[in-house]
C-alpha cells in the first residue's frame, strides 16, 4: 500500500497515535489479568495446599460455569461478525460508490446496500438475513453488470479514459484504507478485550472459591519513655521464602509521633535474618496510658505482609535537678 505526500506528513502520525493507544490500552489490560492468574498461581503452590481438593474444586467449578462462559463467548463471536459484516458494507458501499465518474452515476444508479446483521444469535434472524444476503448478491451483481456496460461504452467512445477506474480506485484506497485496517484493528481489539472480560470474571470466580483471603500477620509492640523524647526498640525480621527475598519496611505513624526505621530495605537468603531499629518519637505533651502510636508494614518476608503495630506511651518530664 502506497500513501500520497500530504497523507504520510498529516494523516499517519494521528493512524500511528490511534494504533499507539490501542496497544497501550490491550497491554494494560492483559497485564491486570496475568496479575489475577498470577495470584492463583501462587495460592496453589504454597505449601501445605491440597492438591486434590484443588482439583476437584477446578472440577467442579468448569461444570458449574462452563454453559454460562459459552454463552458469553458465542454473544461474543456473534457480536464481532455482526460488527465487521457493518464495517465491510460501509466501506464497499463507498468504495463501488468511488468507482463511478461523477458524470455516469445517473446513468449507473447507487450501488445496492448489503443488508445489516443481526446483533443477536437468534438463528430466526440469521435464517433471514441470509435470504435478504442473497437478494442484494443478485442486485450487486446486476449493478456491477450495468458499471461495466457504461463504462464499456463511454470508452469505446472516446470520452472516458480506459485508466479512469483504476485512478479512481486508488484514490480512494490511498485516503480510506488505513482508516478501514483500524476501524478493523480497533474490533478485534474489543473483541480481545471482551474475551479477557470473561476471563477474568472466571478467574475472580474462582479465585474466591479456591483462594481464603487472610488478614495480614501482625504483632504489638509497647514502648514507653519521657514525652518529647525517641524510643528506640529493635525488631528480628527472618525470610521465609524458600529463595532470597527483598524486605521493605513502610512506616505508618499516628498523629503526634514518629516512626523511623533502620534499615528500611534489604535483602535476605532464605532463612537469613536480621534486626531492624525502629524508633518512635514520642509526643511533647504526656499520654494518659499506652496510645496507638502507628504501625510498621513489612513486606517481602513472607507470603503475606507483617504489620507491627505500635502502642506508646509518653510519661511527664522528670522535674530538673534543683
Do not use: C
Not at 514502648?223 to 521493605?248: C, D, F, P, W
Amino acid at each position: 500500500m502506497s500513501f500520497a505526500a500530504d497523507d504520510r506528513d498529516e494523516s499517519t502520525p494521528q493512524w500511528t497515535e490511534r494504533i499507539k493507544s490501542l496497544v497501550d490500552d490491550t497491554v494494560e489490560r492483559t497485564t491486570a489479568s496475568t496479575l489475577k492468574l498470577e495470584r492463583l498461581l501462587l495460592a496453589a503452590s504454597a505449601p501445605g495446599v491440597d492438591a486434590q481438593a484443588w482439583t476437584d474444586e477446578l472440577t467442579r467449578f468448569g461444570t458449574d460455569i462452563g454453559p454460562g462462559t459459552y454463552q458469553q463467548l458465542s454473544e461474543i463471536t456473534v457480536g464481532m461478525t455482526s460488527e465487521a459484516l457493518r464495517l465491510v458494507a460501509r466501506y464497499l458501499d463507498a468504495y463501488l460508490r468511488a468507482l463511478v465518474p461523477d458524470e455516469y452515476a445517473g446513468r449507473v444508479g447507487a450501488p445496492p446496500s448489503m443488508p445489516p446483521a443481526p446483533a443477536s444469535a437468534d438463528t430466526l434472524a440469521w435464517t433471514s438475513w441470509y435470504q435478504r444476503y442473497a437478494t442484494w448478491a443478485s442486485e450487486q451483481q446486476a449493478w456491477s453488470v450495468r458499471l461495466i456496460n457504461v463504462l464499456r461504452e463511454e470508452v469505446a467512445e472516446g470520452r472516458l479514459q480506459p485508466d479512469s477506474v483504476q485512478r479512481l480506485s486508488r484514490a480512494f484506497l490511498e485516503t480510506t484504507l488505513p482508516d478501514y485496517l483500524l476501524d478493523m484493528a480497533e474490533l478485534n481489539i474489543g473483541v480481545f478485550a471482551d474475551v479477557l472480560g470473561v476471563a477474568d470474571e472466571s478467574l475472580e470466580r474462582l479465585a474466591s472459591a479456591l483462594v481464603i483471603d487472610e488478614e495480614p500477620d501482625s504483632l504489638v509492640i509497647d514502648v514507653h519513655g519521657e514525652a518529647g523524647a525517641t524510643v528506640s526498640v529493635s525488631l528480628m525480621v527472618e525470610n521465609h521464602r524458600r529463595q532470597a527475598a527483598t524486605i521493605t519496611l513502610e512506616n505508618i505513624p499516628l498523629d503526634g509521633f514518629t516512626l523511623a526505621t533502620s534499615p528500611s530495605r534489604f535483602d535476605l537468603d532464605p532463612a537469613e535474618s536480621r534486626p531492624v531499629s525502629i524508633g518512635v518519637g514520642l509526643p511533647e505533651e504526656a499520654t494518659s496510658g499506652p496510645t496507638e502510636a502507628g504501625s510498621v508494614v513489612i513486606r517481602g518476608q513472607d507470603e503475606r505482609d507483617l504489620i507491627v503495630h505500635i502502642l506508646a506511651e509518653a510519661e511527664p518530664a522528670a522535674d530538673p535537678t534543683p
